[in-house]
């Protein structure tokens, strides 16, 4: 079975202090991706990457940085947290290449971030 | 751009069944994704559609008409446990290769 795991379930931090967000995949997947979702929102992306060392900006970049330094690990920053970014975030990881015909996306048990 | 739109909410009746729409707006289709996501808890994977047509597993279809950039999630014989959101994702290849744009979800609630 697929796994993606996230390293906190819940967390809560301070204004202004800098925040990691740690998502890992076990199933050699090339792509991952980093959602936050609000009620009445939806599921939006903040970044994505395709491959190791390689990002790209989703809708919502802004106050936010990844780094993608081994296939398995995504990890999300915020720089300095603000309350705006209360939320809960959501790692997923898909690959193009499996035995599925779906490739669908495989998502983690999510991060609920609240920032005081 | 992308944009995808559902149902806020819907109730039904234990035993009943349900029809859940979702129209899309896309460049670059390349499959609609159906997860069911329970509170608290993350989206899982539900259905697959490609081309036009329904898909049917178990008590769960999805159909797509790409024509219309139209899709529903049929529920039959509804269960409490199906009391949960329902998320439509369309996929869509963009120069990066493939990206999946989620709509804001529609919470299904089963009475009894």
């Known amino acids: 079975d697929v796994k993606v795991t996230q390293s906190s379930r819940y967390l809560v931090k301070r204004t202004g202090e800098k925040v990691f967000l740690e998502c890992v995949q076990d199933m050699d997947h090339e792509n991952m991706f980093w959602y936050r979702q609000d009620p009445g929102l939806g599921l939006r992306l903040i970044y994505f990457s395709y491959d190791v060392k390689m990002k790209e900006k989703g809708d919502i970049p802004e106050g936010y940085s990844v780094s993608r330094e081994k296939k398995e690990r995504f990890s999300l920053i915020l720089e300095s947290a603000s309350t705006n970014q209360t939320s809960m975030y959501l790692c997923a990881s898909s690959s193009d290449r499996g035995h599925s015909p779906s490739y669908e996306q495989y998502f983690g048990p999510g991060t609920r971030l609240t920032v005081t | ?112």
């Open chain 2, 1 to 112: 751009g992308q944009n995808i739109d559902q149902p806020t909410e819907m109730t039904a009746t234990e035993g009943a069944i349900v029809q859940i729409n979702c129209t899309y707006q896309t460049s670059g289709f390349n499959g609609l994704f159906w997860y069911q996501q329970h509170a608290g808890e993350a989206p899982t994977f539900l259905s697959y559609n490609v081309l036009d047509g329904l898909e049917e597993k178990g008590r769960f279809s999805s159909f797509l008409s790409r024509s219309k950039g139209y899709s529903y999630l049929l529920l039959k014989e509804l269960q409490m446990k199906d009391s949960a959101s329902y998320l439509c994702a369309v996929r869509a290849r963009d120069n990066y290769g493939q990206n999946f744009v989620f709509g804001p979800g529609t919470r299904l609630s089963v009475l009894p």
